[in-house]
């Protein structure tokens, strides 16, 4: 099976912009959920979808928003960019079902650089 | 919520030497603990993973141990080669979301 991608893989913004980032499952996985990469902070975590509905949400301000389609594939949207943004966001997907965990692949990230 | 420590935030060994990292986690709840090995500019990829009816699992020269009464689980690899060499990340998880640790660096020194 092919792996989770997201595109696009780097991506240089300026402050105020909004971006819309990409991920697409591995085919058959319904849950995406969706992190923030960044030195010193670890995997910070944003949303996880499942079945076009979001199910958790991490605590990022309501700039951070994504969905899911009925394909499974997710895009996370950030509007009025800030220098602190910038980080890799990384998506991950996994069979998933309720209350039973399984296990995460990681797409490679999008390098999102805000200036 | 979950809150997961991990430590140490650094670790060099020598190679073939062994290698030990600690994760705690705050929920009893947590039944599924994954690692992860992430080497520089690539994606996290799934190491091992243990859940909480387990108390050790073993592949090769990674094993993880789970101690559910003290809410803490541990990474042990073996026989260590410059390969090796990657930030481990810890994570928690009762059913859809992780809790990921902040990150170990390990370095085998050849």
């Known amino acids: 099976k092919a792996g989770v991608t997201q595109t696009p893989r780097y991506l240089i913004k300026t402050r105020g912009q909004q971006v819309t980032l990409s991920c697409s499952p591995i085919?058959?996985?319904?849950?995406v959920s969706w992190y923030q990469q960044t030195p010193g902070q670890g995997l910070q975590f944003l949303f996880e979808y499942f079945s076009e509905t979001q199910r958790n949400k991490g605590n990022f301000p309501g700039r951070f928003s994504g969905r899911q389609f009925s394909n499974s594939r997710s895009e996370m949207n950030v509007s009025t960019l800030e220098l602190g943004d910038s980080a890799l966001y990384l998506c991950?997907?996994?069979?998933?079902?309720?209350?039973?965990?399984?296990?995460?692949?990681f797409g490679p990230g999008t390098r999102l650089t805000v200036t | 919520g979950e809150n997961v420590e991990q430590h140490p935030s650094t670790l060099s060994v020598q190679e073939g030497d062994s290698a030990v990292i600690k994760c705690t986690y705050s929920d009893s709840a947590s039944n599924y603990f994954p690692w992860y090995k992430q080497e520089l500019g690539k994606r996290p990829q799934l190491i091992i993973d243990i859940r909480s009816n387990v108390g050790e699992k073993k592949d090769q020269r990674i094993a993880v141990t789970l101690n559910k009464t003290a809410k803490h689980f541990s990474l042990h690899i073996t026989e260590t080669q410059p390969e090796d060499s990657a930030v481990y990340f810890c994570?928690?998880?009762?059913?859809?979301?992780?809790?990921f640790g902040t990150g170990t660096s390990l370095t085998v020194i050849p």
């Open positions: 085919s058959g996985h319904r849950s």
């Open positions: 991950a997907s996994s069979l998933a079902a309720v209350a039973v965990p399984y296990e995460q692949y």
């Open positions: 994570a928690a998880s009762t059913g859809n979301q992780f809790y």
